[in-house]
């Protein structure tokens, strides 16, 4: 079904009148394993049926093509441990009972992508309680959704979106009488900038500095009933903008948002409000996965107490007409113009990502170097130093020669986390390194964030490894015995991102271990526990 259907479906709305067009749902394209891994770990869980106390059900993993990682799975009477069919080798399910009596089902995995040129296992669990089959003898009418927490290659639960208000709403899908409750309106229309002395005319005003364009004002209050959803629309005149758009858009626009748009025509007192609102519904939730999109419009008339008065300017062309509502409520019946069926879950589906910061940390992890320079004293310290520093999730991080840690000669370590950088004290991370003039190799320790999956639960990568920046000849070099002064000057070198290296180790934290303020006194460096890391190309648990 599906694809053919929705597209019809969408011509059609776009070829219609109505102004509120029904936006695409954003779809994964098929492929794209690791972005789906890191994105929307999870299972469909289908054809669930219990018979004679024996449960079994169908797992298809969402990262991997459906066809290929599909299991059946068998959970015999008091056993919680299920089996699962040849194709589902790596995964694991579980079924309980939960606190209300429904059965459990808990899942977990590891699987690999190999789509991105690295090789990446990931391993993940979830659970999920069924709701429309309990007992010994029936057969589910819907489909499950099983969101996963992944535990490899990085410990992450990413975010998915919410389904927008009312979607659960039992009324949902109501359209027609009292649809819709318009309240605390107010309409004002200025016919001069309430401005007695204008630097600029009506644009800045100095008598009084804060002034009322000219044009209209419009507020008013607008309630779906099928969702209990009210919107405030509002709109203020302003410079080049004195009218009321026709129509206003109120809130939304994008897919999984709530639009209403209000047309407001008429000249006081007597006014026409015209509504129209897109909002989304899940009809019949205990036999129907399928989301509905649902356009409906509806207008009344709205006739205002106004009063006429002379504005702050006392000129006779300076009208100011006010208008307030003696009726507090108005009801708009509805009319439905558009309706279309969503794939299952699409409103509750983190939408299609291609690379970003997490993704970067875990395929091919890679720092780049530019911007090399370095002078070394006789003892083999340096006396002056430069590298930008690009990796995932950031670029061009310069650092300089700076405070001395640990270590002598040509294995001090030295910070390169400053924090004289303006940024927020919680916005810093661990780096060090140390700088072997001789073999022109750093030594680098890298503390980065990602939060592109899941604001609220940042990962810590770390970078460790040396990186030899004589593997680019381009250089230019001077100087006696162990007083060495060296640049790079190649486009390579020069340029972002600079030079590629593959970090040789990343861990991975959930916790960041701010780094010592190493302009007070020199103190130990902190040691975050480490949830995962990668070695040798292969991501793995930390023991
Ligand atoms: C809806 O789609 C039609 C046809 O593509 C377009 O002309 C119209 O501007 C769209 N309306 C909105 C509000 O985007
Ligand atoms: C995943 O597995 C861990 C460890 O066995 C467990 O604590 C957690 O509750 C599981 N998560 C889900 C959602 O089942
Ligand atoms: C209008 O809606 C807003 C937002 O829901 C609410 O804060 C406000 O109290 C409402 N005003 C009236 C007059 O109902
Ligand atoms: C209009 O002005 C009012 C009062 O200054 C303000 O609260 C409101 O946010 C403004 N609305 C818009 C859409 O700018
Ligand atoms: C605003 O008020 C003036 C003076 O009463 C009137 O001429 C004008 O038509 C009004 N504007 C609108 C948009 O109703
Ligand atoms: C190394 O030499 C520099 C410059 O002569 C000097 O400032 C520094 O203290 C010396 N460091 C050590 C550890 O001797």
């Not at 080798?89 to 690999?112: C, H, K």
């Not at 609102?277 to 509905?292: A, D, G, R, V």
């Not at 100087?479 to 790079?488: E, F, H, I, L």
């Amino acid at each position: 079904m599906g694809f053919l259907s929705t597209t019809a479906a969408l011509l059609l709305a776009a070829s219609s009148s109505h102004a509120i067009n029904i936006t695409s749902t954003p779809t994964w394209p098929d492929g794209r394993c690791t972005d789906k891994s890191l994105t929307i770990p999870s299972w469909v869980l289908s054809q669930y049926k219990v018979s004679s106390g024996t449960t079994t059900f169908v797992v298809n993993n969402r990262a991997v093509d459906p066809t290929s990682l599909s299991a059946r799975v068998t959970c015999s009477p008091g056993k919680t441990e299920c089996q699962s069919s040849a194709g589902g080798d790596g995964m694991r399910a579980t079924l309980t009972t939960g606190s209300n009596g429904q059965p459990v089902i808990g899942i977990s995995e590891f699987w690999s992508c190999s789509d991105e040129g690295d090789h990446v296992t990931f391993t993940a669990n979830g659970s999920t309680t069924i709701t429309s089959c309990s007992g010994s003898d029936c057969t589910s009418p819907i489909t499950y959704l099983v969101p996963g927490t992944l535990n490899l290659p990085v410990p992450l639960t990413p975010a998915q979106p919410k389904a927008p208000t009312g979607f659960d709403a039992a009324t949902c899908a109501d359209v027609g009488e009292n649809q819709w409750i318009i309240s605390g309106v107010e309409y004002k229309n200025y016919t001069k900038g309430q401005c007695k002395q204008w630097y600029q005319p009506d644009q800045i005003c100095i008598n009084p500095t804060s002034f009322l364009a000219k044009g209209q004002y419009l507020k008013l209050n607008v309630t779906n009933n099928a969702i209990s959803h009210e919107v405030l629309c509002n709109f203020n005149s302003s410079y080049n903008n004195p009218n009321i758009p026709q129509p206003l858009r109120c809130t939304g626009g994008n897919f999984n948002e709530i639009t209403l748009d209000v047309t407001w025509t008429g000249s006081a007192p007597n006014f026409q409000v015209k509504v129209e609102e897109l909002w989304y519904c899940l009809e019949n939730p205990s036999t129907n996965n399928n989301p509905s999109v649902i356009v409906a419009t509806g207008s009344t008339d709205v006739a205002l107490t106004c009063e006429s008065h002379t504005g702050i300017t006392g000129a006779a062309d300076d009208i100011v007409t006010i208008c307030t509502d003696a009726a507090t409520t108005h009801s708009i019946d509805g009319v439905q113009t558009a309706k279309q069926t969503l794939p299952a879950f699409s409103l509750i589906t983190a939408y299609p990502a291609h690379g970003g910061c997490t993704y970067d940390s875990v395929v091919n992890p890679t720092f780049y170097y530019r911007g090399m320079y370095f002078v070394t004293n006789d003892n083999l310290t340096l006396s002056k130093f430069t590298a930008g520093l690009t990796g995932p999730g950031f670029a061009d991080f310069f650092f300089y020669q700076n405070v001395a840690i640990t270590g002598t000669g040509a294995d001090t370590v030295y910070t390169c986390a400053v924090y004289t950088d303006g940024k927020p004290r919680d916005q810093h991370w661990k780096c060090t390194y140390a700088f072997n003039a001789q073999t022109k190799t750093i030594t680098q320790d890298k503390v980065w964030e990602c939060n592109d999956k899941n604001t609220a639960t940042p990962l810590y990568f770390e970078g460790t490894g040396e990186f030899n920046w004589g593997v680019d000849p381009y250089s230019q070099c001077s100087g006696t015995g162990n007083a060495q002064s060296c640049y790079w000057h190649d486009n390579q070198a020069t340029l972002q991102p600079g030079i590629p290296y593959d970090i040789p180790k990343v861990t991975v934290s959930t916790e960041n271990v701010l780094p010592p303020d190493y302009g007070q006194s020199v103190q130990e460096v902190g040691v975050a526990s480490v949830k995962t890391l990668r070695v040798n190309g292969q991501w793995k648990l930390a023991e």
